[in-house]
């Protein structure tokens, strides 16, 4: 009868209890659903295999390496009314020992926090700091100003149980500005463009001239090198031997004398 009621009881003990194993690089909480003292339990950081009542307990696991969430984009006024795009990516982990306060605030799932309230942060500090800035100084400070928002939103994160480890903005400027920089970036290219076809042409007129100034610099050497000896030998070489001749009157040829 005893062995009867303990196997019944073991049974019981089995049906009514649960298990599950806290992962490395995770903190685990449970959670009583039932009772007066509903909420996180006093004894609330759990690790390694946890047992629990599933009717009246719940355990949540709640990860606390780095993640990096790619936030959906939105878009923020400059001081001047300018619109910009921010599509920001954030790395962020879970201080070790605030996953219960963060629990305990939230009532939630980390995917719904990180979704929902430190989206909101991030939107925040971006507003913030670049409602306070016009168009022009957005773009000329951005280093700095990106600087100023990644500052803001890691105290803010540090209040809520959370680290931040890198924010990327993603920045977008207006479409005004871009054209505009399109258009300087063409306006420079083609300046360049004319600038290389002017030198090409400098050089081509460049080689003309040289040519010319060679080739009338030689004809002047041969002008000096050709005095009257020379001419006359060159005549001679050229000579056949033969007289010029004229005809007089009735077309008899008549030889002159050149001496």
Same mark, same amino acid.
């Given at each position: 009868?005893?062995?009867?009621?303990? !196997?019944?009881?073991?049974?019981?003990?089995?049906?009514?209890?649960?298990?599950?194993?806290?992962? =490395?690089?995770?903190?685990?909480?449970?959670?009583?659903? #039932?009772?007066?003292?509903?909420?996180?339990?006093?004894?609330?950081?759990?690790?390694?295999?946890?047992? %629990? *009542?599933? @009717?009246?307990?719940?355990?949540?696991?709640?990860?606390?390496? #780095?993640?990096?969430?790619? %936030?959906?984009?939105?878009?923020?006024?400059?001081?001047?009314?300018?619109?910009?795009?921010?599509?920001?990516?954030?790395?962020?982990?879970?201080?070790?020992?605030?996953?219960?306060?963060?629990?305990?605030?939230?009532?939630?799932?980390?995917?719904?926090? !990180?979704?929902?309230?430190? @989206?909101? %942060?991030?939107?925040?500090?971006?507003?913030?700091?670049? *409602?306070?800035?016009?168009?022009?100084?957005? #773009?000329?400070?951005?280093?700095?100003?990106?600087?100023?928002?990644?500052?803001?939103?890691?105290?803010? &994160?540090?209040?809520?149980?959370?680290?931040?480890?890198?924010?990327?903005?993603? &920045?977008? %400027?207006?479409?005004? !500005?871009?054209?505009?920089?399109?258009?300087?970036?063409?306006?420079?290219?083609? =300046?360049?463009?004319?600038?290389?076809?002017?030198?090409?042409?400098? =050089?081509? =007129?460049?080689?003309? !001239?040289?040519?010319? /100034?060679? /080739?009338?610099?030689?004809?002047? &050497?041969?002008?000096?090198?050709?005095?009257?000896?020379?001419?006359?030998?060159?005549?001679?070489?050229?000579?056949?031997?033969?007289?010029?001749?004229?005809?007089?009157? *009735?077309?008899?040829? #008549?030889?002159?004398?050149?001496?």
């Amino acid at each position: 009868m005893k062995k009867r009621f303990l !196997i019944v009881f073991v049974a019981l003990t089995a049906a009514l209890s649960s298990c599950t194993r806290i992962d =490395a690089g995770h903190e685990g909480i449970k959670v009583n659903l #039932v009772g007066s003292d509903r909420g996180i339990d006093n004894v609330n950081l759990v690790t390694g295999w946890v047992w %629990y *009542n599933p @009717f009246s307990t719940s355990v949540f696991e709640y990860p606390t390496f #780095v993640q990096t969430v790619d %936030y959906p984009p939105f878009t923020i006024n400059a001081k001047d009314g300018s619109e910009f795009t921010v599509d920001p990516t954030v790395s962020m982990k879970v201080l070790d020992g605030k996953t219960p306060v963060i629990f305990k605030k939230y009532r939630t799932g980390l995917d719904d926090v !990180i979704n929902g309230v430190l @989206f909101n %942060y991030v939107k925040d500090a971006f507003r913030i700091q670049m *409602n306070n800035f016009s168009t022009n100084d957005i #773009v000329s400070k951005r280093d700095s100003l990106e600087k100023n928002i990644e500052k803001s939103l890691r105290e803010t &994160l540090l209040k809520e149980g959370f680290e931040l480890e890198q924010l990327t903005s993603g &920045l977008k %400027y207006p479409k005004t !500005i871009v054209d505009a920089v399109n258009a300087k970036n063409k306006a420079v290219q083609d =300046a360049m463009r004319v600038e290389n076809e002017l030198k090409i042409q400098e =050089a081509q =007129a460049k080689k003309v !001239i040289v040519a010319a /100034e060679a /080739e009338r610099q030689a004809n002047e &050497l041969k002008q000096k090198a050709l005095t009257p000896a020379i001419l006359q030998q060159l005549w001679i070489e050229k000579w056949d031997g033969k007289l010029p001749t004229y005809s007089i009157g *009735n077309n008899t040829p #008549v030889m002159l004398n050149l001496k």
